[in-house]
């Protein structure tokens, strides 16, 4: 699987929009871009996948570069129970799809 | 429905006792995996099921980690003779069927397991 990386962490304001970015340079063709987040002490919770297209679903949108060398994961409207940590990740999926999570970015979503 | 579930949810074992982490994956999810999560870091690959096959053990650390599920459902992670570098979040993830490559993985709430 591709090797992601992310800044170790971010802040952002209660309401405003957090953007992460990710780089994913040597992702290959039948690799799908996912993004988890992990709050403190549960498990790691999905939040959307791609492949080329932009995607938008009721908790994000992620936006692929044309080259799908980097993706920015969107959180419209941050609220304090968006702080997690947030793992992009490159995966084929099905029987290759054991998730490779790096060490992710700290979001902090301050009132 | 029910997600997934793991108890115990904490354990603490003296250094050389044996323990067993179980799992119980959502109903009819064939693809079952188990990571490790050491403290400040990401979640590290372990195994993977397809119903009762392990296809992939690759990220067992040593062999006094084993790893099963004989029915094809419920999962039980084995460490022997536990050491204190095992301690650690373990989480388990399962999955739809095979075949559908944009596979979400859903994970329980982990076992944290410490080891004095």
């Known amino acids: 699987d591709a090797k992601t990386t992310q800044p170790p962490s971010m802040d952002c304001a209660e309401g405003r929009a957090a953007n992460l970015p990710c780089n994913h340079s040597?992702?290959?063709?039948?690799?799908?871009v996912y993004w988890y987040r992990q709050i403190h002490s549960q498990g790691p919770q999905y939040i959307i996948h791609g492949l080329k297209n932009n995607e938008t679903n009721e908790m994000a949108s992620l936006i692929i570069t044309e080259d799908r060398k980097s993706s920015t994961l969107i959180l419209p409207h941050a609220t304090l129970r968006d702080t997690a940590v947030y793992y992009c990740?490159?995966?084929?999926?099905?029987?290759?799809?054991?998730?490779?999570f790096g060490k992710g970015t700290k979001l902090s979503v301050k009132p | 429905g029910a997600g997934v579930s793991q108890s115990p949810r904490y354990k603490v074992a003296k250094r050389g006792q044996d323990v067993a982490l179980r799992c119980d994956p959502i109903s009819g999810h064939v693809s079952l995996f188990w990571y490790q999560q050491a403290l400040g870091q990401g979640p590290e690959f372990l195994t993977y099921?397809?119903?009762?096959?392990?296809?992939?053990k690759s990220g067992l650390p040593s062999d006094r980690f084993f790893a099963e599920r004989p029915e094809g459902s419920v999962s039980t992670l084995k460490i022997q003779r536990t050491q204190q570098e095992d301690s650690a979040v373990y989480l388990c993830a399962s999955s739809f069927p095979p075949g559908h490559m944009t596979d979400t993985q859903y994970f329980g709430p982990g076992t944290r397991l410490t080891v004095l």
């Open positions: 040597t992702i290959s063709g039948n690799e799908y």
């Open positions: 099921f397809q119903n009762e096959a392990q296809l992939d």
């Open positions: 990740m490159a995966s084929q999926g099905g029987s290759q799809g054991n998730l490779i």
